[in-house]
């Protein structure tokens, strides 16, 4: 029986294989080489893409925040469709900017538990909204104010902790960026 379910479960997956080869082979087969070439690069675009999002995003988590529109009961009396959940995206970007912004004072002050205060703030918003990158390093900045490396189990001195979480906010920063831009054109596109 267990020869059986290994031949059934390749058996699909050749079928699903054959069919666009045989499809291909009943017309000219440059043409068919062609055409996936000319694919090739929309589908590596597209999977970019997707890989972008997962390693920015947990869509998991922001559909969730997706998925209350639909108990708002749609549109807003303008018309708008996810107006709540684009005022609570919005007002994650508003909130992370000034976050950004008080971090860097933070940082020309030499002010390591405010950092870490900060770094703890904004995870938990970013955590919210499933923006992985920006929630894990915040995280890192608040051990970091703690004069601490929690992956390598060490502490550190001042000195390294503020270089550490000065190169973390400018890393910060651009996964944000990445991530405000993929939203942004996620609610374009939903209007």
Aim: proline fraction near 3%; hydrophobic fraction near 30%; charged fraction near 35%.
């Amino acid at each position: 029986m267990s020869d059986t379910k290994g031949q059934t479960s390749t058996s699909p997956e050749k079928k699903v294989e054959d069919k666009p080869a045989a499809s291909s082979s009943s017309s000219t087969p440059a043409k068919p080489e062609s055409t996936e070439k000319t694919t090739t690069p929309d589908v590596k675009k597209e999977e970019e893409k997707l890989e972008l999002e997962e390693d920015v995003i947990d869509m998991e988590t922001f559909q969730q925040i997706m998925d209350m529109d639909e108990e708002d009961e749609g549109d807003d009396e303008d018309g708008e469709k996810h107006a709540f959940s684009k005022g609570i995206v919005w007002g994650y970007f508003e909130q992370a900017e000034a976050t950004f912004k008080d971090m860097e004072a933070a940082i020309v002050a030499e002010d390591l538990a405010k950092l870490s205060s900060l770094g703890h703030f904004l995870k938990g918003s970013s955590a919210a909204l499933g923006i992985i990158k920006v929630q894990a390093s915040c995280e890192k900045m608040q051990h970091y104010g703690n004069l601490r490396d929690e992956e390598a189990g060490v502490s550190l001195g001042a000195p390294e902790a503020l270089k550490r979480i000065k190169e973390l906010l400018t890393a910060c920063k651009k996964d944000y960026e990445v991530a405000k831009n993929w939203m942004e054109n996620l609610y374009e596109e939903d209007q």
